[in-house]
């Protein structure tokens, strides 16, 4: 019997253990129906596992594994969204469209005459009725430029006329940034762009496409770091996360860091805690990075649970110095002289010195709050932690009972948390004392249920352990409540790879990062992509840059207390 036989089968018999007043057998079919749970979930695993081994030998024998197909019509039970829940509850409907006339500039008047032939004499003129046709033309514009030539014998020098300043090789900067635009906003292939190119007699080759992407972009390196730091002074929290990038079929990480002003892409072989941190930085490279080891760094070995002794050690060697990666190796050989010994313990000694030392970093803004999942490479970095209600979320969609009381259970618990959740979008709009001592105390209560659903029980007992990280908003109202800043930023690196697999050299993979930068932060500030690309590769320079929008923008961050 499948689970979906064994859930029916359920329902039929609907036993309800707790409107059963003998406790004893209460209790027992309590026991029965959690061995149902229990083994149906087991069963469920054991089946992909042996269709995994099975698979793997029909590969051992050269024939094919069993095809994944899914059934036509019907979506798989994978959904673990929760954004039916989150909706508010009560919205109007029925909202009057916004009209689009007021953003379309006009460039021509065109005015269509009525032949005089055919109107009787006593037509009057009662003015005209407006009709807009937004239209665009691609037409090519290419010049033939005459240099005038002089010699001086005199002087024994040759003089001759310069082009315009923006002109560098063979292709305009409208060219230059109309390629920049399909690749970087229309996420079109380098082949394609060279098709497009084609069908309107630009006569241009893959490799030259291939450098205008990649080649001599330090301009928009800089305005990507610029952007970067505009972006981390611009609120008192920061958002990030990760996902899967490739560079030369290698598997690599981008990392997404971002507000509500800007968003910045780091693509890194690992996303380890000290690669976020050397993100956080200005330094993803880790070129130079440092390792500062005052009583935070020790206090962090002790939560790290190193032991005592080597703590005190580590005291009397290097308690108040600076150390930089050539040093800290050479320390660790000198507590580790065997190279295969205490590999965890030295990463947590080179993660607790540097992120001393970015706490006391002056040259490149601290964030004192970020907002993240649970992943544990993000804890530890900054002064506090914000976590994400909608991934706490997920982790309870995640759970699928066969058993119908332990389904109605999960429903109703949801019920109340995305209440809940409600209740803080509405206290962040008008935050008061009394609000965050009432939700305070209603998150012990929501989160100390007991439901007999062993499973939903343990959840909730995990989300009740990050009390302090969830309701961040109760202290600072302005940290949103869930990190959809920096997943909207990853759906951005997961469509550009689902067109150009990776990126094969590291300028490609630079360039990769710093236009995802550009183009995602210019979206945001309402600044057109194309426009902004044209008006730096032109060298005209007449757009603010987005860092400067994003000062203007942004605030000097919230009152946030370190110590």
């Known amino acids: 019997m499948n689970l979906s036989g064994i859930t029916q089968t359920l329902e039929t018999i609907n036993i309800r253990p707790d409107e059963i007043h003998e406790e004893q057998l209460s209790e027992a079919f309590r026991i029965l129906l959690q061995l149902i749970e229990d083994l149906s979930e087991n069963n469920e695993k054991l089946k992909a596992e042996n269709q995994k081994l099975r698979d793997e030998i029909s590969l051992m024998k050269g024939e094919q594994p069993k095809p994944d197909i899914k059934p036509s019509g019907k979506k798989p039970n994978v959904d673990i969204s929760s954004e039916e829940e989150r ?39 009662k003015g005209y009725q407006d009709v807009v046709v937004q239209e665009i033309k691609i037409i090519t514009d290419n010049i033939e430029y005459r240099k005038e ?66 080649k001599n972009k330090e301009l928009f390196h800089q305005e990507k770091a610029d952007i970067f730091r505009a972006g981390l002074l611009s609120t008192g929290y920061q958002q990030m996360d990760d996902t899967i990038s490739n560079v030369h079929s290698q598997n690599h990480y981008a990392q997404i860091v971002c507000n509500p002003y800007y968003t910045a892409y780091f693509t890194t072989p690992r996303k380890d805690r000290l690669t976020v941190l050397d993100i956080l930085r200005g330094d993803p490279d880790g070129e130079s990075r440092s390792y500062y080891f005052n009583e935070e760094a020790f206090g962090m070995m002790a939560e790290f649970r190193l032991s005592k002794k080597l703590i005190d050690r580590l005291r009397d060697l290097i308690s108040g110095k600076t150390l930089d990666e050539s040093q800290m190796q050479k320390l660790l050989e000198i507590i580790y002289p065997t190279p295969d010994k205490g590999k965890n313990n030295r990463t947590r000694i080179m993660e607790a010195g540097a992120i001393a030392a970015y706490h006391q970093q002056t040259d490149f803004p601290v964030i004192p709050i970020l907002l993240t999942d649970d992943a544990p490479q993000f804890k530890r970095l900054t002064y506090e932690q914000a976590l994400c209600w909608v991934h706490d979320g997920r982790n309870y969609k995640k759970l699928h009972p066969v058993v119908p009381v332990y389904h109605e259970t999960l429903k109703k618990f949801l019920g109340m948390y995305w209440d809940y959740y409600r209740k803080l979008l509405e206290f962040k709009e008008t935050p008061t004392s009394e609000e965050v001592e009432a939700l305070s105390a209603e998150f012990n209560e929501l989160f100390s249920t007991k439901t007999r659903y062993p499973a939903l029980d343990d959840r909730i007992i995990k989300t009740a352990g990050k009390k302090s990280e969830l309701l961040m908003a109760l202290k600072y109202p302005e940290v949103p409540l869930h990190n959809n800043e920096a997943e909207l930023g990853a759906r951005a690196q997961v469509r550009r790879r689902d067109v150009s697999l990776h990126t094969m050299t590291k300028d490609g993979t630079k360039a990769n990062d710093t236009f995802l930068t550009i183009v995602e932060t210019a979206k945001k500030l309402g ?18 840059s987005l860092a400067e929008i994003i000062r203007l923008k942004g605030v000097s961050g919230m009152d946030y207390d370190a110590g």
Request: net charge positive.
């Open 87 to 125: 909706k508010p509850k009560n919205t109007p409907k029925n909202k009057k469209p916004k009209t689009k006339k007021d953003k379309i500039k006009i460039d021509r008047v065109v005015v269509c005459e009525v032949d005089k032939d055919i109107l009787p004499d006593d037509a009057v003129f």
């Open 149 to 214: 030539i002089y010699y001086s014998p005199s002087q024994n020098k040759t003089y001759m006329g310069k082009t315009p300043s923006e002109i560098e090789g063979e292709f305009g900067p409208g060219v230059k940034s109309t390629v920049l635009t399909l690749k970087h906003v229309a996420n079109v292939s380098e082949s394609k762009i060279h098709e497009f190119l084609g069908n309107f007699n630009i006569h241009i080759a893959p490799s030259t496409i291939s450098r205008i992407l990649t």
């Open 527 to 544: 600044v057109s992509a194309y426009a902004y690309i044209y008006d730096r590769v032109s060298k005209r320079f007449c757009m603010p």
